[in-house]
């Protein structure tokens, strides 16, 4: 009950080539998602992003543990991830663009390569 399907349609939003019409993501975490894909969909760097969609609402455990992880809970998003992987540290072989994460971080969202140095794919709301 607290999924919603965030209409991302026209974005440029793509998972494996093919244009993604919504996302599953929690209530609380869909206006701030909107508003940071809106603005990628405005830069270069961020259009790429984009176009690399790898997913967001996940029902599984973190990894390592039992608990939920945000995936599971909607409350975190990935991209770019064949370049991003979590054993690659970022910014040394993962190329997560600085302005995409600069986007996340305006609206209140965490880059796991910022903060962790791995897993730039990743991000994650904060509140």
């Known amino acids: 009950s607290k999924l919603v399907n965030l209409d991302v ?8 080539g093919q244009a993604v019409k919504t996302i ?3 209530k ?18 961020g259009k790429i992003a984009l176009s690399q969609y790898a997913g967001c609402y996940n029902n599984r455990a973190m ?16 991209l770019m991830q064949a370049t991003n992987r979590n054993q690659q540290s970022w910014p ?7 302005s995409v994460i ?20 990743h991000m994650q709301r904060t509140k």
């Open 9 to 16: 349609q026209g974005l440029g939003v793509k998972y494996n």
């Open 24 to 26: 599953k993501v929690n």
């Open 28 to 45: 609380a975490c869909s206006v701030s998602l909107y508003r940071i894909i809106r603005d990628l969909a405005t830069i270069p760097e």
């Open 63 to 78: 990894r390592g543990g039992s608990l939920p992880s945000l995936h599971a809970r909607g409350s975190a998003i990935d």
């Open 92 to 98: 040394v072989s993962a190329d997560m663009p600085f």
């Open 102 to 121: 600069e986007v996340f971080a305006k609206h209140g969202w965490l880059s796991a390569g910022a903060f962790w140095s791995r897993d730039a794919m």
